[in-house]
């Protein structure tokens, strides 16, 4: 990719790959304790298939193993302008659809249905405007109080480094946009979603990249934790059936409502990498 990044640009470009490179790392050693020799996968794409071009672009990773039953985490960098109607509706770009975003995206499904699947997200866009957003929320098939309780515990202790209203506003947040509205459901048990944090000055920047790469870290440092305390658990044909229809669910999500789907869509960006968030098999019933 041949974008060419200011200061602020390149630092977030690279926090997000190196925590791309600390969750796969921490992912495969999860698969080497189950016996697993599952490894990553590096797929790199450019916006505009063309590596000379000045799109950008990214690299998809994916891992299907014995305790992931397929992974994404992917990172990408693109900059270009927004087609005119999709721009009005972008954060900045109403009146100049010229863009930037830098981010990584992870999504996990897990093959016990004991243990809970995954999204996070962080990343960084340039309008007119600059601004961090993200999150991360947990969707277990079968949930647990324990397992949901030291999620958001961590992610509120991140949350409360930066702004004591920050926990509260962004677990709202996360309540309200993850909901099914033609199943009346949330898709799990929720976590954190903040959006639009603005960066005006070096100030703002400074402080709201840093809550971003806490909310990175605490996803990092907890959710392995609960795959190990509970990817050894027996499930049977009934626990399975009931993780493959939550499955149905999470894609209905992700197809019909997920704002990170559209915009890769409408961005140019890599059709598999963008359609990763999807589970190997899901039911509908």
Known sequence: MTLTLDDQQAAARSWFESLRDRICAAFEAIEREAGSDARFAYTPWNRDGDPEAEGGGGVQGLM???VFEKVGVNVSTVGGAFAPEFAKTIHGAGEDPSFFA??????AHMANPHVPAVHMNTRFLNTTKRWF??????????????????FHARLKA????????YYDRFKKWADDYFWIPHRQVHRGVGGIFYDHLDCEGDAGFDANF?????????????????V???????????DRRQMLTFRGRY??????????????????GNIDAILMSLPPVAVWE
């Open 64 to 66: 299907k193993g014995r």
């Open 102 to 107: 830098t981010g990584i995206s992870l999504v």
């Open 133 to 150: 957003g993200g999150g991360a929320d947990l969707n277990p098939p079968i949930p647990y109080q324990e397992d949901t309780d030291a």
């Open 158 to 165: 991140a949350c409360d480094a930066h702004g004591e209203d």
């Open 210 to 226: 840093a809550f971003t790469r806490d909310v990175g870290e605490a996803f990092l440092d907890i959710f392995p934790r609960i």
């Open 228 to 238: 190990r305390a509970r990817m050894g658990l027996d499930a049977g044909d009934e």
């Open 251 to 268: 894609a209905e999500f992700n197809l019909v409502y997920d704002r990170g789907t559209l915009f890769g869509l409408k961005t140019g």
